[in-house]
């Protein structure tokens, strides 16, 4: 049974959330764990009735990265906007929401706080239960917009900051069975941007990129870690440094698009060897990719491949692949590594 019985803050009326609550459960929620303030509101965990994000990538280009403060900063200046906008696009008072979310980390505290904040005051404003929501989680639970996706399946988690195969058993029961043990693989994609004088944001660029190199030009290793799902993207980054500073003695122009081809190729079949492997060895014949890097279109195409095998492949349309609030949403809904105590504090780590 998912549903679960939350007191509001201030009359302490109890209401049920979850698929079997037998009502409709419309969710506002916020998301600001990094660089993009957004906020949405979604009904019974999958159907998007508006979905606002105010990115901040053009703040952060000039720095070759996100800067906390500034970040942080970004968040308190757009966060009524972007509230005011997801009312204004559902045509919904904020007496109609059943429950406000937003997330509570990881991510960067300051950036967090804003959210986190903002959806506490909703939720005292309007006497509606606050519910607290883990950002990975909510990657996972992406895919269940506009779609019929229920567990179990495998999902290979994907971003910036975190690279996970999870075994999804139901709605509320997850396992990490295998994990990056250094780098994340949007770390890696970063990193190896800058070496080849890519701009931020690297991943995409990269990507871009390496669609018009050759992937079968450059060797580069993959590590050999005792969990065979594990993850390791450290070595390949310094192999990727040392041929490009082998080229350059050599005094020759960097092919950037064969590079990009040849680490791109290395990474996304990485994650497809592993991810099949547990996809086959568990009995999951359903595998779900998720976080940022999910819209990497090397990742999508190889997946994606597996439908001609019988495999049920999803994956999030591109504006819910980044961080979004609509995800936060379905998170709150679904239930699954959520709090609803309204004294919660954000974290930056897991």
Not at 175 to 188: C, L, P, S, V, Y
């Amino acid at each position: 049974m998912i549903k679960k019985e939350f007191k509001t803050p201030l009359s302490e009326k109890s209401i049920v959330i979850g698929p079997d609550s037998k009502k409709d459960n419309i969710i506002f929620a916020i998301e600001s764990s990094c660089d993009e303030t957004a906020a949405a509101i979604v009904k019974n965990g999958r159907e998007v009735i508006s979905n606002v994000v105010a990115s901040q990538i053009k703040t952060h280009i000039e720095f070759g990265g996100v800067v906390p403060e500034v970040a942080a900063r970004e968040h308190l200046e757009a966060i009524n906007l972007v509230i005011s906008q997801a009312f204004e696009q559902s045509g919904l008072k904020g007496e109609d929401i059943t429950a406000y979310a937003a997330t509570v980390g990881p991510g960067l505290v300051g950036s967090l706080l804003v959210g986190m904040n903002a959806g506490k005051a909703l939720a005292l404003a309007y006497d509606k239960p606050f519910i607290g929501v883990n950002h990975l989680n909510a990657h996972v639970c992406a895919n269940y917009l506009n779609t019929d996706l229920t567990p179990p399946f495998i999902a290979l988690l994907i971003s910036g900051g975190h690279t996970q195969i999870i075994e999804v058993k139901s709605f509320l029961e997850q396992k990490i069975i295998g994990e990056t043990i250094d780098d994340a693989i949007g770390e890696a994609y970063d990193k190896v941007a800058r070496l080849i004088g890519l701009p931020y944001p690297g991943g995409v660029n990269l990507d871009k990129k390496a669609q018009n190199g050759n992937p079968k030009a450059f060797k580069l290793p993959e590590a050999k870690l005792n969990n065979e799902y594990d993850f390791s993207f450290s070595g390949l980054k310094t192999a990727a440094l040392q041929l490009i500073q082998r080229l350059k003695k050599e005094d020759r122009e960097l092919p950037i698009e064969d590079i990009a081809a040849s680490f791109q190729e290395n990474v996304t079949s990485t994650l497809f060897k592993k991810t099949k492997k547990a996809s086959d060895n568990i009995g999951a014949k359903t595998i779900v990719l998720a976080g940022g890097v999910a819209a990497n279109s090397e990742i999508r195409k190889k997946f994606f491949a597996l439908r001609n095998e019988g495999y049920k492949i999803y994956a999030p349309e591109m504006k819910y692949c980044t961080d979004n609030a609509a995800m936060i949403a379905s998170s709150a809904y679904f239930l699954a590594n959520t709090t609803d105590k309204l004294d919660i504090e954000v974290f930056s780590r897991m």
